[in-house]
Nanobody, 123 residues
Framework: QVELVESGGGLVQPGGSLALSCAAT????????MGWYRQAPGKQRELVAT???????NYATSVKERFTISRDNAKNMVYLRMDSLKPEDTAVYYC?????????????????WGQGTQVTVSS
């Protein structure tokens, strides 16, 4: 059974920093992309950052130069370092893992999600 557990959310003042972690446990075929998404009240879930197995990172424009994503392939963990936080970064942050299963007949990608961790940026 696959489980993703996030940790590290909380309350921080504008300009502050937080670090999120996500541990993916269970049986996977081949984890390809890992990432972070967020959802603010009244808004749709949006991409924050993703990272490939090889370490190539992709960021939302709104977080570039402020957030850093990294991963540990051996431990199936993904991290998000958030600096220079703004009130508009307030949201529930979700960890995402994409698992790829390849057979002769097809390629099947399955997305798994964590339960979310609240990040609040406020003075």
């Amino acid at each position: 059974q696959v489980e993703l557990v996030e940790s590290g959310g909380g309350l921080v003042q504008p300009g502050g920093s937080l670090a999120l972690s996500c541990a993916a446990t269970g049986r996977f075929s081949d984890i390809t992309t890992m990432g972070w998404y967020r959802q603010a009240p009244g808004k749709q879930r949006e991409l924050v950052a993703t990272i490939t197995r090889g370490g190539k990172a992709n960021y939302a424009t709104s977080v570039k130069e402020r957030f850093t994503i990294s991963r540990d392939n051996a431990k199936n963990m993904v991290y998000l370092r958030m600096d220079s936080l703004k009130p508009e970064d307030t949201a529930v942050y979700y960890c995402n893992v994409r698992d790829r299963d390849i057979t002769i007949e097809r390629i099947l990608d399955t997305d798994y999600w964590g339960q979310g961790t609240q990040v609040t940026v406020s003075s």
